[in-house]
T-cell receptor
């Protein structure tokens, strides 16, 4: 079956530091890949997505590139802010043809300190 | 435009009781999915409904059921509540039932079973 593996947290960074959160996946074919963010006490917000190999998703300074050869979708940001403190989830959706069962990783908590 | 709305936002139930959670999708979205998020973990897929029909079901017991109404809103029902059902229940909507399409989440319903 499909699975997503994320680096364990919490990740603690100083403001303006570089962020990388690793994500690898197991799936057949070409799934769509997502990063969602969850702020304390809230639901999930879509951060970015990529639907095919070598696609780069980007939003609010965050980027992730769909790497089919390494089955990875690592999240990066060049300069984090305190407001980026949240839990980040990597997720995949199967290729078209099936139903919408999104598989999530366990989440990585990011803490940014001033 | 309103996003995905869920009600109630918080509720406390006793073991053995029944609960009904409600969801209104984004206007124009015909697909609704339900996810369970236990504290510290990623969301787990429960159901997907499209055009009032169940399209997919995750690995949850028959105590969990759902339905979708003609206006595409949805209810999730859980019978004979167990302590382990305590979680954040997330509803997500999408414009189509096609796998790979982006799903958008509501703020969730926090269920505590005592």
């Amino acid at each position: 079956g499909n699975s997503v593996t994320q680096m364990e947290g919490p990740v603690t960074l100083s403001e303006e530091a570089f962020l990388t959160i690793n994500c690898t996946y197991t799936a057949t074919g070409y799934p769509s890949l997502f990063w969602y963010v969850q702020y304390p006490g809230e639901g999930l917000q879509l951060l970015l997505k990529a639907t095919k190999a070598d696609d780069k998703g980007s939003n609010k300074g965050f980027e992730a590139t769909y790497r089919k050869e390494t089955t990875s979708f690592h999240l990066e940001k060049g300069s984090v802010q305190v407001s980026d403190s949240a839990v980040y989830f990597c997720a995949l959706s199967p290729p078209p043809g099936g139903y919408q069962k999104v598989t999530f990783g366990t989440g990585t908590k990011l803490q940014v300190i001033p | 435009d309103a996003g995905v709305t869920q009600s109630p936002t918080h509720l406390i139930k006793t073991r053995g009781q029944h609960v009904t959670l409600r969801c209104s999708p984004i206007s124009g979205h015909k697909s609704v999915s339900w996810y369970q998020q236990v504290l510290g973990q990623g969301p787990q897929f429960i159901f997907q409904y499209y055009e009032k029909e169940e399209r997919g079901r995750g690995n949850f017991p028959d105590r969990f059921s759902a339905r979708q109404f003609p206006n595409y809103s949805s209810e999730l029902n859980v019978n004979a509540l167990l302590l382990g059902d305590s979680a954040l229940y997330l509803c997500a909507s999408s414009s189509t039932a096609v796998s790979g399409n982006t799903i958008y989440f509501g703020e969730g319903s926090w269920l505590t079973v005592v």
